[in-house]
Nanobody, 124 residues
Framework: QVQLVESGGGLVQAGGSLRLSCVAS????????MAWFRQAPGKEREFVTA????????VYADSVKGRFTISRDKAKNTLYLQMNSLKPEDTALYYC?????????????????WGQGTQVTVSS
């Protein structure tokens, strides 16, 4: 089992920045993707970005390309999401997720472990 704990959410004005963190513990022999998803009220959970843990290759949703950056610190078992130029439409509960085996990195169904989420609110 892998436990994921997110932190770093908060309230920020449009155009501002936040950095989210996700610490993995337990059986953290992660060899596939870790990702960030988000879910706004009344909407489905959607893919934001993912990184291949061992190779560091990344993939981004079009809506965040050029504004968000995913990174990881393997020594600390920590995943990060740097969010710049935030917009009100980025407001959501942000989840960290990890795969048990390598699968397509952009779908909710591909991930086996989830954190509890951290709230990001962007005011206009």
């Amino acid at each position: 089992q892998v436990q994921l704990v997110e932190s770093g959410g908060g309230l920020v004005q449009a155009g501002g920045s936040l950095r989210l963190s996700c610490v993995a513990s337990g059986r953290t022999s992660i060899t596939s993707y870790m990702a960030w998803f988000r879910q706004a009220p009344g909407k489905e959970r959607e893919f934001v970005t993912a990184v291949q843990w061992s190779a560091s290759s990344t993939v981004y949703a079009d809506s965040v390309k050029g504004r968000f950056t995913i990174s990881r610190d393997k020594a600390k078992n920590t995943l990060y999401l740097q969010m710049n130029s935030l917009k009100p439409e980025d407001t959501a509960l942000y989840y960290c997720a990890a795969q048990r085996v390598p699968m397509v990195p952009t779908t909710v169904e591909s991930y086996d472990y989830w954190g509890q989420g951290t709230q990001v609110t962007v005011s206009s």
